[in-house]
């Protein structure tokens, strides 16, 4: 058993920087992996749509399992406690089949597409293992709402900053890699072996930096039938997840913000401009949700993000994207919404474990966080089918050239489609009520 305890400031910094790390890895993982298959893979348009396919079963399947990577979490027992073994065992896979990712050899495309669909299903697994503990682990460690809620909102304030630093460096990092005049599909594979490297590296101080709570170390372990039916019970915690599920759209940008960039502006290195505008209001909402939620209370807060997500959405389509400063202005409004959005969700699932223990008795905290990245991953896959739908009836594929009614499709689907998403996804959020005894 383990002695030292760690302050929570160190904790703190442990969980914030481990958060940078993942985030670099998912991130650049989400962004730039169908611009890798399509443009530098040489994946046809029909491969596409195959593609995303796999993306989106591979999703929904990493999903359905996260409730039972919960289960597991929360009957585990060792002397480093019930999380953090987890997140040292979990980082060297992340890394590799990331890296992989952007490895596909210059073979037949339905090769290309077997091995993809192999390496995309072992990588989600891989990240069920790392993500559901990682976020557990900021409620094992913390038992005090105000420290718990300000470390959230720093984790997601830097992993902010990490997602900018992936879209505006990534493309850069691979053409210094390429050793060439141009970006070569080896630079991106290179820029796949940094990046992931250093992110699940980065990651690992989850586990060295921290300790979980005591009262949580020696408790007895719970069946899996009580952990999921006190999950069932938690009417506020299904509040959060239809809310965030129906305002999958949020997400629609950063799927496809790179490949749009291409087609809109026949230039990949445009999307740096729309990640950076998107990113400073993130980080802004971000480290600005805590003093939010000092004067108002959680649900207010998501209610009035959703409510600014249809709104920017909506002007930003009306205005085009042919006009790149007052695009870039709508897009930082996107950003504080997004900001608010992920801050606070998590809180609110939080506040909904800590009710629900408080009623029942029994802390599901592994199943309830589990349902975070439940929804995060089902956000995504919807996020990938939409797009990859509106870019399969686009026509579009590398070397084809671009028609105005393809840029329209495009940018709808990334403009009005997210904004209906953020619209009704304010109904199930109006519903949120905690049940203290």
Not at 204 to 213: H, K, P
Not at 256 to 272: H, L, R, S, W
Not at 343 to 349: A, D, F, H, K, N
């Amino acid at each position: 058993m383990e002695t030292s305890e760690r302050s929570p400031k160190q904790q703190r910094f442990s969980l914030v920087t481990a958060g940078f790390g993942q985030s670099m890895e998912l991130t650049f993982v989400s962004t730039f992996l169908l611009m890798y298959l399509m443009e530098y893979a040489h994946v046809s348009s029909e491969g596409m749509a195959v593609v995303t396919v796999i993306i989106t079963a591979a999703r929904i399947f990493d999903a359905l399992n996260d409730p039972f990577m919960g289960g597991i979490v929360d009957k585990t027992r060792t002397r480093w406690g019930k999380l953090r073994p987890y997140i040292i065992f979990s980082a060297a896979p992340v890394a590799l089949f990331s890296v992989l990712l952007f490895c596909i050899p210059g073979a037949a495309e339905p090769v290309k597409l077997a091995l993809f669909g192999v390496y995309y299903v072992l990588w989600g697994i891989s990240y069920t293992m790392c993500d559901v503990p990682y976020w557990t682990l900021i409620g094992a460690v913390f038992s005090d709402v105000q420290e718990r809620t300000k470390t959230i909102s720093h984790v997601r304030a830097i992993m902010s900053v990490s997602t900018g630093l992936v879209i505006l460096g990534a493309p850069w990092i691979a053409r210094v890699l390429s050793f060439s005049s141009r970006t070569t599909s080896w630079g991106w594979s290179l820029t796949a072996i940094l990046i992931s490297g250093t992110g699940m590296g980065l990651f690992t101080l989850a586990f060295f930096g921290t300790r979980e709570r005591r009262d949580l170390r020696q408790t007895v372990s719970p069946s899996l039938r009580t952990l999921f039916v006190v999950l069932f019970k938690n009417k506020p915690l299904f509040m959060v997840l239809l809310g965030s599920v129906v305002g999958f759209g949020r997400t629609i940008i950063q799927v496809g913000g790179a490949v749009f960039a291409v087609i809109a502006y026949n230039n990949e290195g445009y999307f740096t401009l729309i990640g950076a505008a998107i990113i400073i209001g993130m980080i802004a909402a971000s480290f600005g949700a805590p003093v939010l939620l000092k004067r108002f209370t959680g649900k207010q807060v998501i209610l009035v993000s959703s409510l600014m997500g249809a709104l920017f959405n909506t002007l930003m389509y009306l205005a085009g994207f042919k006009n790149l400063a007052i695009m870039m202005s709508l897009i930082f409004g996107n950003g504080l919404s997004l900001g608010l959005f992920t801050v606070v969700q998590t809180t609110l699932i939080a506040d909904a474990v800590d009710s629900i223990e408080k009623r029942t008795g029994v802390r599901n905290d592994g199943v309830s966080f589990s349902s975070l990245t439940f929804v995060s991953k089902l956000m995504g896959s919807l996020s990938v089918l939409v797009f990859g739908l509106a870019l399969s009836l686009s026509g579009y594929e590398e070397g084809i050239a671009v028609t105005s009614s393809m840029q329209n499709l495009i940018f709808m689907s990334i403009t009005l489609i997210p904004a209906a998403s953020c619209l009704l996804s304010a109904i199930p959020f109006a519903f949120y009520r905690l049940d203290i005894p």
